[in-house]
């Protein structure tokens, strides 16, 4: 039986470079912090750009190498679930390749840069308070922002719970507090940089 021929389709892709490296990752809390990106890809490119077909159209290519099969799986799509269903430049799985290629020309350079920051985060920061803590907007004592806004809900405060991990793509030290500007946007205003007390987090290499 004849091998089937290689892929030729090797122009440059963002996203095959990070799946081509998900495998190199074998402890957990890596790969944890590589499915959080691209859930993050997810949310922005729906959130971010004006074609709300781009996902859709990702898909279809994904699965069948066709824009408008018949009988194509209309299931919604999660970036999160494919690195391990990708098949390699080697594979008969052309129409993989030409997904990446379709991706790679909707998505712009600044998101990309963004998502690859997030992919290739060096550092997470475990609560690890006994009540958790508080994300701070600004060095404001937690006690002093709770009386002022109890609910805090993000805007001036955020709740977290203890054994909570997030991913860190820097981190600063502010007197007794750390700023940090973590790859997820969370809270009611949907904050990526915070203040938190030195004394209730652990943050430690990947």
Known sequence: MAKPEKNPTTAPSFLRDAFQSYAQFTVDQ??????RALKWLQIHIQS????????????QKWR?????????????????NLPRSYKGTDSINAHQEEAFSFLQEQIPTALQDEFKARWEV??????????????????TEPEVLQKNDPD????????VNKGDIYYV???EEKGDNYL????????SENRNTWYVSKTDVEISNL
């Open 122 to 139: 060096k550092k997470r920061l475990k609560v690890s308070g006994a009540s958790g803590t508080p994300l701070k907007i600004d060095e």
């Open 48 to 59: 971010d750009l004006s074609d709300q077909t781009i996902l859709d159209q990702f898909a």
């Open 30 to 35: 890596k790969q944890d912090a590589q499915k």
């Open 169 to 171: 793509l820097s981190s």
């Open 180 to 187: 940090v500007v973590m790859t997820e946007e969370i809270g």
């Open 152 to 159: 805090g809900e993000g805007k001036t405060w955020y709740q």
């Open 64 to 80: 069948t190498g066709k824009l408008s099969p018949s009988n194509a799986n209309d299931s919604p799509l999660h970036l999160e």
